[in-house]
Nanobody, 123 residues
Framework: VQLQASGGGLVQPGGSLRLSCAAS????????MAWYRQAPGKQRELVAV???????NYADSVKGRFTISRDNAKNTMYLQMNSLKPEDTAVYYC??????????????????WGQGTLVTVSS
């Protein structure tokens, strides 16, 4: 799966951005996909997950502010980010194939990462 993330940029606190992740694989619709982020000096963390059927799951830190969605006809996943905070500053990555673990967590396929897009929230 080749993935192209876009939509990052500089935004003031309280502002909004929409990230896009376009996938090349025509089997996009059968995959569970996710957005992750990595802030400077921190480990990559899961932000949001969406299944092929549209079920979603979010990190507690973004619940109520971020919305993940997908358009299977366009092979594209989105992350609408509202009420952005400085702590949301990070490089955001999409992964085109994540697996739900028995523990309840998710395992991102190492070969299914997009290149990342930088989001900076600052006044």
């Amino acid at each position: 799966v080749q993935l192209q993330a876009s939509g990052g940029g500089l935004v003031q606190p309280g502002g909004s951005l929409r990230l896009s992740c376009a996938a090349s694989e025509r089997l996009f619709s059968v995959k569970t996909m996710a957005w992750y982020r990595q802030a400077p000096g921190k480990q990559r963390e899961l932000v949001a997950v969406i299944t092929s059927g549209g079920s979603t799951n979010y990190a507690d830190s973004v619940k109520g502010r971020f919305t993940i969605s997908r358009d299977n006809a366009k092979n594209t996943m989105y992350l609408q980010m509202n009420s952005l905070k400085p702590e949301d500053t990070a490089v955001y990555y999409c992964n085109g194939r994540v697996t739900r673990l028995p523990s309840g967590g998710y395992y991102p396929d190492p070969g299914s990462w997009g290149q990342g897009t930088l989001v900076t929230v600052s006044s």
